[in-house]
């Protein structure tokens, strides 16, 4: 499955650094999601982009910050990040909603972030 | 809001074995129901869905109906394969601001199948 791609795979930073996680999507969706999860707990979904405007922050640290420069391309810029922010973080993608239609969303593999 | 609880695992099954993932939820209105799957080191793929009750969503040879009366939409299967070992992921949608549906996740379960 190609339809949304997500870099790096694999990330170890440190707890001074600034890094940023990519998501592409390449369905024609015009929603996009990060999600947080973490070993033992579900999944979390921290923000929601809803044709590149911010639609949902759920209580995300501000050392998590989102951008949307467009519908097909998802960023989350990392910096001061802490230990317990190690975790997959996920990509996802859908239509937007309609009533009475399910909008599927279609995750990337993630990026298993590891913070030193 | 909305919450789904799924059956704890891990679940061990030898193959060909019958399996059944508990899923039930608590929404307000007429949600939409998802299985998920993931394998290692992979993301999440939509395995099945069903979006109306009595609606029953199959794929893969996994199946589930969308009961409203109990509000479960447990996952079946008659024969697993050793290929169907990943964790599984109920989840239910609901509508965010702006349209754009959220979807709620259970736990998730971990299924390990032996030859």
């Known amino acids: 499955e190609t339809g949304v791609t997500q870099t790096p795979r694999h990330l170890v930073m440190g707890m001074t650094n600034k890094k940023s996680l990519k998501c592409e999507q390449h369905l024609g969706h015009n929603a996009m999601y990060w999600y947080k999860q973490s070993a033992k707990k579900p999944l979390e979904l921290m923000f929601v982009y809803n044709f590149k405007e911010q639609t949902e922050n759920n209580s995300v640290p501000s050392r998590f910050s989102p951008e949307c420069p467009n519908s097909s391309h998802l960023f989350l810029h990392l910096h001061t990040l802490q230990p317990e922010d190690s975790a997959l973080y996920l990509c996802a993608s859908s239509r937007r909603g309609t009533s009475g239609v399910p909008d599927t969303q279609y995750f990337g593999p993630g990026t298993r972030l590891t913070v030193l | 809001g909305d919450s789904v609880t799924q059956m704890e695992g891990p679940v061990t099954l030898s193959e060909e074995a019958f399996l059944t993932i508990n899923c039930t939820y608590t929404?307000?209105?007429?949600?939409?129901l998802f299985w998920y799957v993931q394998y290692p080191g992979e993301g999440l793929q939509l395995l099945l869905k069903a979006t109306k009750a009595d609606d029953k969503g199959s794929n893969k040879g996994f199946e589930a109906t969308y009961r409203k009366e109990t509000t479960s939409f447990h996952l079946e299967k008659g024969s697993v394969q050793v290929s169907d070992s990943a964790v599984y992921f109920c989840?239910?949608?609901?509508?965010?601001?702006?349209?754009?549906?959220?979807?709620?996740f259970g736990s998730g379960t971990q299924l390990t199948v032996l030859p």
């Open positions: 989840a239910l949608s609901s509508f965010s601001s702006g349209s754009a549906r959220q979807l709620t």
């Open positions: 929404a307000t209105g007429y949600p939409s």
